[in-house]
């Protein structure tokens, strides 16, 4: 059977700068915006919020939807489901709590699930700098529309 899988992504952008989340995920490091799966239940909204709290211990307001995916991708973790991604312009309520490093994959260990945080300026995101082509998408509108 086929499925669908719905990602909802947030992104923080200070003085032409987004923040970025590298993760070691199904066995390889990836770099992709903050955020995660859609639950059932809840809204894109909803989820982001949720999301941000739960990876960043961070409270946002949602500015904006900047982009959903509108082409055709298939899991890069699970051959019989299609992702569909939505992305959304948000600001932090406060300070965020967690480091954020200066370099790539600034993990404690490579274990599952491991995660860090850095600020990637406007200048250096090209085609290489997210491992997701929906993330390299909404980077590209992000940039065509600050």
Same mark, same amino acid.
């Given at each position: 059977m086929k499925h669908f899988s719905i990602r909802i992504y947030g992104l923080i952008v200070e003085n032409r700068k987004v923040l970025v989340s590298d993760e070691f995920c199904g066995g390889r490091n990836v770099t992709k915006f903050p955020g995660g799966g859609l639950e059932f239940g809840e809204g894109p909204i909803e989820c982001v919020k949720r999301e941000f709290i739960e990876e960043m211990n961070l $409270?946002? &307001?949602v500015i904006e939807h900047l982009h959903t995916t509108d082409f055709y991708i298939h899991s890069a973790f699970d051959p019989? !489901?299609?992702?569909?991604?939505?992305?959304?312009?948000v600001k932090p309520k406060h300070e965020i709590p967690v480091k954020i490093s200066e370099?790539?994959? &600034?993990? &404690?260990? $490579?274990? $599952?699930?491991?995660?860090?945080? !850095?600020w990637v300026s406007f200048d250096e995101i090209n085609e290489n700098s997210f491992t997701f082509a929906t993330d390299r998408k909404a980077s590209e509108i992000l940039i065509n529309k600050v």
């Open positions: $409270e946002i &307001d019989n !489901r299609q992702v569909i991604c939505i992305y959304y312009l370099k790539k994959f &600034d993990f &404690d260990s $490579e274990s $599952e699930g491991a995660q860090a945080f !850095r």
